[in-house]
């Protein structure tokens, strides 16, 4: 720099005559070059000594260097860069996706330039001390949305992020001939490109993605998630056939199983409909189409004792596309399935993107992986769960020493409540974690403060409304989509059909409404079941917990209102009639209400509500909420609403209208009606109607002692139940022209029957006898019999005096074992 530059050109330019404290701002501007610029001996900028020294030689300006250093800091003049703003300088760097990999010139907001050799320095330090992190529980696991459909869901969630801080100017060298090859990245971009890679790598291993990705550019971005993406893919995958069918998925399986299509040759042990040349119109073909409107369900049978016929390990030749053709294993793997997952992304054989080109330190992942001996046991359980592989649940959680703090980490029940699949394995997952560890008070609420019952809640209004996730929790945004919507909780889809993944990559991160049906038989089952599974436990949560759905606060006070879980209930069946699909009946909500009921639940029980906050038309000068029951919150929609209804909703929602009226009076009755403050303990020494239960004998106390707990009832609320359950394990909707429920269960007979129009429930399940229930001996309606000792899921010919059943369409029908969580209960005993 030319030193002319900063002489004074005359003697108004020295601001002699000015008060000496004035000076300092007239001449800010050149103290100001000099202290920054490249003035000094032999081109380096100069000191504070060097610059009084200047200003009083050419400016007869006379200052301390105390004084220079006291109007520097007061005017935020420095040469030294903040390690905050060399991080930033860093991060902007690497957001900018550019084919030329010179370093840009990196101008502050006070004229500063950066100083290239500082910021190597800088770096290099930085990679020296970088410490390899510890993956979080579910890092791995939780990329289910390629990155189409990631953007839409959260909707532009990384708009902005690239834009330059606003004290930054990054000036990027001119651009080279179009058609040259870009030389190599400079040095200093090198290093730029190794530290962002392993600032990311913590980033990912921490499991804070939104910062992650907002910290990439849009390239990165893209090449990240759909890395991640089709290992979600391949281990989900891997985790739902695990024990059966091919040991070893390449990407070229999985690409044949999940999108029809190879990539390349097909493995010679693995049979195909269609050869590569007409995969691509089959895959446009899938995408234009929607799944059935009929569903898949669960029959359970009860357990037989055998012996199989083992079978010689030979070649095996598997229809890709049929997984139902697929033998179990003879042999187990070598591997357990966390450690499968392991050596997979360990090895990159889940995908055809090489590591050198992922915008994280793979290294850093692979070094992460290795030193912790655990690492990926906590996914593999979330992705068995998610996959509904109950007997892999199963066996992770029995073969691997986890505490129960692990397992809160990653709410399993929670999870399976999201993934719930009514279609192929009903309550299975959930019976395989009550088994292998109890679902203990401290598993209810999980980290968005909903309730193992939210979850199934959610999973009902995903599945058969069309009500948007920001409607029903906060928490669900962003992104605006419900948990679980990769899997039909009936079974018609899953996250590795080819429906869906082409969907996901089209960009659409939600279900469509038209892939959706009224709240089926099939899922009214898997959700029953898995509060059965859930609410019977000796230690289990508290039936009456707060939900943590459909939460207001009162606008004048701030009281936060929460809603009892028969409230929600109650929300749910609304928005199945006002939101729901076209041939819904409510008999879904009402077999969940009674099934509560059975197990404990209280309808009398008040909760704090504001009906206006609901609405949407509550003020903010008052206070309008007021403690009442679930009955009451049902009461207060319009009736005008009601009346635009179908008559078969407008009938069901009277039904579960008496049945909560005859439900809060037969508590006033017993003396159950408990204030939300009460235990539930209080209500030992109160006394009680007594009605006969056939499970009185069998076992010492009962399940309505002291063990279980399990709530008496009257004679009309176990008939109720009885029927329920006996519909629910005889009838689904086999052809389209098939009503969603059969002509054996009446929903208008109900209502006559609970509105005492008619004395008796004149339905042709109770008129022609087709149930083993006995009026005289059952207090609760819980159908099994002596023969066997699981009172809570029997089998349809335990409860039928006839086979009436019609749900013998193998193709579509899963077979499972009777689950027996009293057999559970009393060996722990």
Not at 550 to 579: N, S
Not at 615 to 622: K, Q, S, V
């Amino acid at each position: 720099m030319d030193i002319s530059e900063v002489l004074p050109c005359d003697d108004g330019a020295k601001f002699i005559h000015v008060p000496y404290e004035e000076r300092w701002k007239h001449l800010k501007p050149v103290i100001t070059q000099l202290y920054m610029g490249k003035y000094g001996p032999n081109g380096k900028s100069m000191t504070i000594g060097q610059v009084a020294s200047f200003m009083k030689e050419n400016y007869s300006f006379h200052g301390a260097e105390t004084q220079y250093r006291r109007w520097f800091r007061e005017w935020g003049i420095r040469k030294r860069i903040l390690m905050t703003e060399k991080k930033e300088i860093v991060s902007a760097l690497g957001r900018r996706d550019r084919d030329d990999g010179r370093t840009p010139n990196v101008m502050l907001g006070d004229g500063k330039e950066l100083d290239k050799k500082q910021l190597k320095r800088h770096l290099k330090d930085e990679i020296r001390r970088f410490e390899v992190q510890v993956a979080t529980p579910g890092v791995f696991t939780s990329w289910n949305l390629p990155y189409a459909a990631l953007a839409k869901a959260h909707g532009a969630p990384f708009e902005g992020v690239e834009a330059t801080l606003g004290y930054l100017r990054i000036h990027s060298p001119e651009a080279r001939t179009p058609g040259r090859n870009s030389p190599p990245p400079s040095p200093t971009m090198q290093l730029v490109q190794r530290k962002l890679a392993q600032d990311r790598s913590s980033l990912m291993l921490q499991g804070r993605f939104q910062e992650l990705l907002a910290g990439c550019g849009e390239g990165a971005r893209v090449t990240l998630t759909n890395y991640f993406h089709e290992f979600y893919v391949h281990s989900f995958v891997t985790a739902k056939y695990w024990g059966r069918g091919p040991k070893n998925w390449t990407p070229d399986l999985v690409s044949a199983l999940t999108l029809r299509e190879f990539s390349v040759s097909p493995s010679p042990t693995i049979a195909h409909r269609s050869s590569p040349s007409t995969s691509a119109p089959q895959a446009v073909e899938h995408e234009r189409d929607n799944p059935t409107q009929l569903c898949k369900w669960v029959i359970h049978v009860r357990r037989v004792n055998y012996s199989p016929i083992p079978e010689p390990e030979s070649e095996q030749m598997f229809d890709i596309q049929n997984p139902n053709s697929w033998t179990p294993w003879q042999q187990p793997m070598d591997l357990s399935l966390a450690d499968s997952m392991k050596e997979s992304m360990l090895e990159n054989t889940f995908s055809a993107t090489p590591k050198s080109s992922l915008p994280i330190s793979a290294e850093s992942i692979s070094q992460s992986l290795r030193q912790d001996p655990e690492a990926l046991i906590l996914d593999a359980l979330r992705m068995a769960i998610m996959a509904g592989n109950s007997d892999a649940v199963f066996d992770i959680i029995e073969e691997n020493d986890l505490v129960t703090e692990d397992f809160v980490s990653i709410h399993p029940f929670h999870l399976a409540a999201a993934f719930l699949d009514g279609g192929n394995n009903c309550c299975a997952t959930f019976s395989a974690l009550v088994m292998a560890m109890n679902p203990e008070p401290r598993f209810n609420v999980d980290d968005l403060g909903h309730t193992i019952l939210d979850s199934l809640m959610v999973s009902i209004l995903r599945s058969h409304t069309t009500l948007g996730p920001e409607h029903v929790s906060k928490a669900f945004q962003p992104p605006n989509r419900y948990p679980g919507e990769e899997k039909d909780i009936c079974g018609r889809w899953d996250a590795d059909s080819p429906l869906v993944r082409s969907l996901f990559r089209r960009g659409h991160a939600r279900v469509p409404t038209q892939w959706k049906h009224p709240f089926c038989h099939s899922s009214v089952q898997g959700v029953c079941h898995s509060i059965i599974a859930i609410f019977v436990p000796t230690l289990r949560p508290d039936i009456n917990f707060p939900s943590g759905l459909f939460t207001r606060r009162c606008g004048h006070c701030g009281l936060e209102l929460k809603l009892g879980p028969i409230h929600t209930l109650v929300a749910v069946a609304f928005y199945l009639a006002q939101l729901g699909m076209p041939g819904e009946t409510l008999f879904g909500p009402l077999a969940v209400l009674v099934c509560l009921l059975r197990l404990g639940a209280r309808a009398s029980l008040s909760a704090m509500v504001s009906v206006d906050a609901i609405l949407g038309n509550a003020e903010t000068d008052t206070c309008n909420h007021n403690p009442i029951d679930a009955s009451d919150l049902l009461q207060t929609v319009p009736g005008a609403i009601v009346a635009g209804w179908t008559p078969t909703c407008q009938s069901g929602w009277k039904c579960i209208a008496e049945i909560l009226l005859t439900a809060r009076q037969e508590e006033a009755n017993l003396g159950r009606e408990v204030a939300p403050e009460e235990d539930e303990d209080d209500l030992e020494d109160v006394d009680q109607p007594y009605y006969p239960c056939p499970f009185d004998d069998e076992f010492d106390g009962g399940i309505h002692g002291e063990w279980l707990r399990i709530p008496r009832g009257t004679p009309k609320s176990s008939l109720l139940w009885a029927t329920i359950q006996t519909e629910l394990l005889t009838y689904r909707k086999v052809r389209p022209s098939d009503p969603w429920i059969s002509d054996n269960f009446s929903m208008d007979a109900l209502r006559a029957w609970l509105m005492r129009e008619k004395e008796l429930f004149a339905t042709p399940l109770v008129e022609e006898g087709l149930m083993r229930w006995d009026h005289d001996s059952s207090c609760c309606g819980w159908l099994s019999q002596s023969e066997s000792s699981e009172p809570f899921m029997p089998v349809a010919e335990q409860v039928c005096t006839s086979h009436f059943m019609n749900m013998d369409v193998y193709e579509r029908a899963t077979f499972l074992p009777q689950p027996n969580h009293f057999e559970f209960e009393i060996e722990c005993d």
